[in-house]
């Protein structure tokens, strides 16, 4: 699958100097997706390898507002970098999420989310652990994150969901390859997404979720609930619920709250940081599996780079077919692999994909410049 990276840098407003949030664009065969990357505070790709965190927002919302939750303040502290993702339009005008709601985009979104992975691991100036890859979204984000949690288990090593509920679709056929560590928040008076009582058409309640999630996650048969300090005076309390499982699995029931996030002072926790405390416990349990495009990149490394003529690249894989492609997205050279040489001198000045797959169908995707 095609996978084109662009980048357009843009000034930021409030961060400090020596961290980064950039606006950028991937291609998805031929679909123009758009996210947000926040490098942290005094980032060094050669000394600091960092977990990654995907945001999801809800419908309508935007991946520039959802920057905006204190996520990249905390970023410079526990020392990870968030990635926004910016949902395509639906039928209705509405940004979304192709999750089988009704209200869903018809984008190409597992593939937007892996090849983003695909494309930031193989980013020279980016070191990411790829067993510490984890997921938040937001009501919609939300039931994404369990769409993601159902076809993308073997790259994501935990989640964090905020009102938002499985689809009836993944409820029914929810078999992930690997139980995903999950948190789910939810208020008991959501009128969005509804807790209890009656589902939305295509949406499942939340106890019909974590029943879901219990059978994933190696339910053992007893849970223990857990009151949190009730100190703000905004007619909400939280009993915190923590399922005895294999994999960890925890409900914050939010008693009395409508489909809101919640954040200190005015409540009694603050969102973004539940989120980061439950996801930083994690790491993938079969980090070989999850590090796929590493290893991959370990097999077949490219020299010089930037180069002149010709690209000499070490194969220790079973590479046996590359492709060269433009920013713009159009295949220059596709061929098999004779050598390991590859003669580039007819290319013009400029960056570069080198797309090299191997025996097994994989994919590495490394960047170059053409002096």
């Known amino acids: ?142 039931i994404m994150t369990y769409n993601v949690c159902r076809y993308m288990s073997d790259r994501i090593a935990a989640v964090v969901c905020h009102i938002g509920t499985m689809s009836t679709e993944d409820l029914t056929n929810f078999t992930p390859e690997y139980p995903v560590p999950t948190l789910h928040k939810h208020g008991t008076n959501d009128g969005t997404v509804p807790y209890a009582g009656t589902a939305l058409p295509s949406l499942s309640l939340v106890q019909e979720t974590i029943n ?39 409900l914050w029931r939010m008693n009395d709250a409508d489909h809101i996030l919640l954040f200190e002072p005015a409540n009694d926790t603050n969102s973004t940081e539940v989120t980061w405390e439950f996801l930083k416990q994690y790491t993938h349990p079969n980090p070989s599996a999850a590090a796929l495009e590493e290893d991959l990149k370990t097999q077949a490394r490219i020299y010089p780079n930037p180069v002149n003529s010709d690209i000499n690249f070490i194969n220790h894989g079973d590479f046996k077919s590359y492709q060269i492609i433009g920013l713009d997205g159009r295949t220059l050279v596709k061929t098999t692999i004779p050598t390991n040489k590859i003669d580039i001198e007819s290319l013009k000045a400029g960056t570069y994909i080198l797309s090299l797959t191997d025996l097994n169908g994989r994919v590495s995707n490394q960047q170059f410049i053409k002096e």
């Open 1 to 142: 699958m095609k996978t084109i990276l662009s980048i357009l840098t843009i000034a930021s407003l409030t961060f400090n100097s020596f961290a980064q949030q950039t606006y950028e664009t991937i291609d998805i065969n031929g679909e123009t997706r758009e996210y947000y990357k926040y490098l942290p505070t005094g980032y060094d790709a050669n000394t600091e390898e960092l977990p990654l965190l995907f945001v999801l927002h809800g419908i309508g919302g935007t991946a520039l507002a959802t920057s905006a939750y204190g996520m990249n303040q905390l970023a410079d502290t526990e020392r990870f970098i968030p990635v926004y993702l910016q949902g395509a339009n639906n039928q209705f005008g509405q940004s979304s999420w192709n999750n089988g709601t009704g209200l869903e985009s018809q984008a190409e979104d597992l593939a937007f989310i892996s090849n983003l992975l695909d494309s930031i691991n193989n980013d020279p100036n980016v070191d990411i652990n790829m067993s510490r890859v984890y997921m938040t979204g937001i009501s919609m984000g939300s």
């Open 212 to 250: 879901q999630l219990k059978i994933s996650n190696g339910f053992q048969g007893d849970s223990t609930i857990i009151p949190l300090p009730d100190n703000a005076s905004d007619g909400i309390t939280i009993d915190k619920i923590v399922y005895n499982c294999t994999t960890p699995l925890e």
